[in-house]
């Protein structure tokens, strides 16, 4: 099944295991995002699941929005197999660990981003929509690429 000839909207993976922000994110996705299905997951090895399931059953995994700090498997780790599954996949990482090291490892292996909590909900969805258009004007470009 491919959605985009099915009309299934596509997909943003949240990965977060503190279950208050989970919600209090979960809700900013939705408001924010209305055109998106929100998949919330309380730790790396179910959003790792949810995210081969959904590309298994052909949907579009736009974006993976991971805690960087989770029992199980960690954001990075997460992002990692995610990129594997899918080159395309935007990944962004959310974090209250601070370390400059951390960011740099995220940034070295691709990930798209790196947000700091506490985060201001504004600059989060600005982020974020930045990476969702520039990736919709990559496809178009390549689309139109390909028709001449």
Known sequence: MNARVSGLPPVIVLAEDDDALRSMLSG???????GHDIQSLPNGLEADAAVKQLI???RNVAMVVSDLVMPEMDGLELLERCADHNPEIIRVILTGQGALD??????RMGVDDYVQKPFNEVELVRT???HLDNRALQAINE???KRL
Do not use: K, T, W
């Not at 951390?102 to 940034?107: E, N």
């Open 128 to 130: 974020l929509s930045r």
């Open 28 to 34: 900013l996705l939705r408001r924010n995002f209305p």
């Open 56 to 58: 298994g059953q052909g």
């Open 143 to 145: 689309h139109l690429r």
């Open 102 to 107: 951390s960011a740099i490892q995220s940034l």
